[in-house]
């Protein structure tokens, strides 16, 4: 038996979904071929960004029981798991009593992170246990800091601790990454260094994780969070529950009983705006909006469209494409509010279905404020209403069923925006514009979040700092904070003693604090994306998954996945869901056949000179 060494950098979702799909197409191994995987993390295998450890009220996103592991069904999803491990609902409470005691689990509920974690490192010891003779496994705790190309003799993976790992192959599935501080960090890090011996409150967080964090927050400090969506959730829940406060009832009667440790909480965003509550789902596990205009083939037409007119396939997203997705979303509106099916092509999408979407987009268009409490009013007005929308559910209601479009429609926006489809200053847009649009309104929190926030705010604990436009000012006299609006009738200023950025890196090699990352820069053995002159983020791949290098050729051997990637694709963060076709799954695949076929052609000398000839294609665009 003769051995090759496959490292593995990085094992939460992402790097357990390759030893998946190793141990299902081992039997592609030629014979006399094994396999020597090392499994590069610190943490517990599976879990990645989903610690088992962290505290039980930071909730997943997605209803659990359509988030699997198993695409193909050869395995139980998040739920299913959860209630075969003893889980129990005890009133939103989830423990594992292996017996009757309070409620099973419902198909609808949102449960703990640190649950996801445990059902990923389930998945992680089952895929281990059940590895096929061929393939070996060794889980190195320990983080990559470098990895040196052998000149066509593999790579040395180079670790933490001193360790030096030969290996033949090489996948990257770090995960998600934390920037360098900006110049906008290096300004609030020194304010508050500099301030402290006026305020010794002082704090600034750029991201709050790991939560621990925001330990440093006293009870008698007020605290700006930068962010409405799901990390600013996380935020808000950490300082409320997690310091011993409590809520009682549920939905609109919804009360909190404050620990009074606490500290008083100020929201703020670019726009203001909440992120939209997911609808009651009404479609099953599996059931999808089926695009009728936004569809991958009309993305295909398009580009065919825009060769013939300008020998240049890439397209612009707010004329070619935003109009199929509004028509799209228009045509969903429709079908809700009669409740019965309307045949597409007999569909027009009239300027009463582009009010109710372009409302649904944009509730601000057209609206002023006088002041503060008149935009406080339309905030709280406008989560009630979108929580009346969210009970009725996806089907029942017109806008739940408008916005999870957006969700369903996914592959589409994926042929649109993958691998420079669109043009460079539509790409900026989408990314800058747009993507932040679609995340507020289809990729919101569970209900009983934003009840939460609404209970909040009614027992003095959470208020708004400020409304559309707010700024940070540094206030040097008061040592604090401030978070400036310009309305019309007045400009609000609101002051603060933290500052808590609430939201997720965007993955831009160049500006990361991974030593791996920097000495793949500086080897040449990745680059940043680009599409033209923009920069996007994530590192530059092709079709197979494998990096290119500095020089333009696709590193050979080597394949990246995940969130180092989110930039030549598009939403890669998103879990399988169950009994559907999963792009975390697909890309998996690829990478691994792409591999099982070096393996096969590495001993072919023809084969293996026509495997190299390919992959001297870049896919970014000069």
């Known amino acids: 038996m003769t051995a090759l060494t496959v490292s593995v950098v990085g094992v939460g979702p992402r790097g357990l979904s390759v030893l998946q799909r190793m141990s299902q197409l ?22 990645g960004s989903h610690p088992a450890r962290q505290p039980s009220h930071l909730l997943t996103n997605t209803v659990a029981s359509q988030v699997t592991m198993f695409s193909d069904d050869a395995g139980p999803s998040f739920t299913e798991w959860a209630a075969t491990a003893g889980y129990r609902d005890f009133g939103g409470v989830f423990l594992p009593t292996g017996d009757d005691a309070g409620d099973p689990l419902s198909e609808h509920a949102y449960l703990p992170r640190q649950m996801l974690g445990g059902y990923l490192s389930w998945v992680f010891d089952e895929t281990v246990r059940t590895l096929p003779a061929q393939i070996r496994v060794v889980h190195h705790r320990d983080r990559a800091v470098d990895i ?6 593999g790579f040395a993976v180079h670790l933490e601790k001193g360790y030096t790992l030969p290996s033949d192959y090489v996948f990257l599935t770090t995960g998600h990454c934390e920037r360098i501080p900006s110049a906008e960090d290096r300004a609030y890090e020194e304010f508050a260094r500099r301030s402290a011996v006026r305020n010794p409150r002082l704090v600034y ?9 925001l330990q440093e927050i006293a009870p008698d400090t007020t605290v700006a969070v930068q962010g409405f969506g799901l990390t600013a959730h996380d935020v808000i829940s950490e300082l409320t529950v997690g310091r011993g406060g409590l809520f009682h009832g549920a939905g609109r009667d919804m009360e909190y009983r404050s620990s009074g440790r606490e500290p008083k909480i100020l929201l703020f965003s670019r726009q203001c705006l ?4 997911r609808g009651v789902n009404q479609k099953g596990l599996t059931g999808q909006h089926e695009p009728r205009f936004f569809t991958k083939e009309a993305v295909r037409r398009l580009r065919e469209q825009a060769i013939q007119r300008r020998a240049d396939p890439r397209l612009d997203f707010a004329a070619d494409l935003l109009p199929l997705l509004l028509k799209e979303m228009g045509y969903a509106y429709r079908v809700a509010a009669e409740q019965r099916h309307v045949p597409p ?7 009463d279905d582009r009010r109710a979407v ?16 008149a935009f406080r009013r339309f905030f709280v007005d406008h989560v009630v209403s979108d929580l009346e929308e969210a009970e009725r559910g996806n089907r029942s209601s017109p806008v739940k069923a408008a916005t999870d479009v957006i969700r369903d429609t996914r592959a589409s926006l994926r042929e649109a925006v993958e691998f420079s489809g669109l043009t460079p200053p539509s790409h900026r847009t989408f990314d800058s514009a747009y993507v932040s649009v679609m995340n507020r309104v289809s990729f919101g929190p569970p209900r009983h979040r934003n009840h939460q926030l609404l209970a909040l705010m009614r027992a003095g604990i959470v208020d708004l700092a400020g409304g559309p436009g707010s700024t940070v000012v540094l206030d040097q006299e008061a040592a604090r904070f401030a978070i400036r609006t310009t309305y019309t009738a007045e400009t609000e200023v609101r002051h603060a003693d933290a500052l808590v950025i609430a939201r997720l890196d965007a993955f831009h090699p160049e500006r990361d604090r991974s030593p791996l990352i920097r000495n793949l820069l500086d080897r040449g053995l990745v680059r940043p994306y680009t599409n033209g002159p923009y920069q996007p983020g994530g590192i530059d791949i092709d079709g197979q998954g494998r990096p290119i290098t500095a020089v333009g050729r696709p590193l050979s051997a080597a394949w990246a996945l995940g969130y180092p990637v989110e930039g030549p694709r598009f939403y890669t963060h998103a879990l399988p869901r169950q009994g559907l076709t999963s792009q975390f799954a697909t890309d998996a695949d690829t990478c691994v056949r792409d591999m099982f076929d070096h393996i096969r052609h590495r001993d072919d000398p023809l084969q293996e000179d026509r495997h190299a000839r390919a992959e001297r294609q870049s896919v970014s665009v000069p």
């Open 26 to 47: 081992a039997d592609r191994l030629p014979a006399g071929r094994t396999l020597e995987v090392h499994l590069i993390d610190p943490g517990d295998g599976g879990q």
């Open 148 to 153: 040196e190309a052998r000149g066509g003799a």
């Open 205 to 213: 967080r750029s991201t709050p994780y790991p939560m621990d964090r």
């Open 274 to 277: 909440p992120f939209s509550a």
């Open 345 to 351: 092509e007999e569909y027009e999408f009239t300027p």
């Open 358 to 373: 372009e409302h649904i987009v944009d509730p601000l268009r057209g609206r002023t404020f006088a002041d503060h409490d």
